[in-house]
């Protein structure tokens, strides 16, 4: 098994095989370092994930009582927006739509969203890491949740009641350290 300790000394790995790469070639080898910064991003990146016990913090969609609702997060034409599921089945069927407020002000977001029903507050959720972009030039490595989108297995950060994230995801990186 692959340990955190691993993930990063591959990564380094991978920081070295780039510099080698620029002191041989300079800029001629700049796809070879680039795909070599990518892949340590990947593995430092996999190694934090694994030191939270697998999992990452992802957006979640609360009801006004801070019930976690069964929706998963969806990029759309104009921006996320949240598809309502009719059971906890990430896969199965959809029962309506929820487009976050896009107000500047976190509090009147907050607001607009409530006057809705919603809430969205972060979870810590099962992930791994992996590399997505539109392309070459947007490929980062991102964390994956792994669980379709939505699952009832996460650990509640912020249940989105509290103003711009709030005392509770406060509290909880005050505790965990800053974890992502």
């Known amino acids: 098994m692959t340990t955190a300790t691993d993930l990063r000394e591959q990564a380094a790995q991978h920081d070295r095989e780039a510099y080698r790469s620029f002191e041989q070639s ?18 430092r990146l996999q190694a934090d994930i694994d030191d939270n016990g697998g999992r990452a913090m992802f957006p979640a ?3 006004t009582d ?3 609702v069964p929706a998963i997060r969806v990029l759309g034409e104009w921006g996320y927006y949240w598809a309502l599921l009719a059971t906890d089945d990430p896969n199965g ?3 309506g739509w929820f487009g976050p407020s896009k107000a500047k002000k976190a509090q009147t977001a ?13 979870v810590m959720a099962p992930a791994k890491a ?12 991102v964390p994956v949740r792994t669980d379709g989108g939505f699952s009832r297995d996460v650990i509640v950060v912020d249940d989105g009641q509290h103003n711009e994230y709030g005392e509770t995801l406060g509290r909880w990186y005050a505790i965990h350290g800053g974890l992502i």
């Open 93 to 95: 069927r959809r029962r």
């Open 66 to 68: 801070g019930n976690l």
């Open 130 to 141: 992996e590399l997505r972009g539109g392309n070459a030039s947007s490929l980062s490595a």
């Open 110 to 122: 907050r607001a607009n969203d409530a006057a809705k029903g919603y809430y969205v507050g972060y």
């Open 26 to 43: 300079g800029n001629d080898g700049f796809m070879s370092q680039w795909a070599s910064g990518l892949m340590a991003a990947e593995k």
């Open 61 to 63: 969609l609360f009801d």
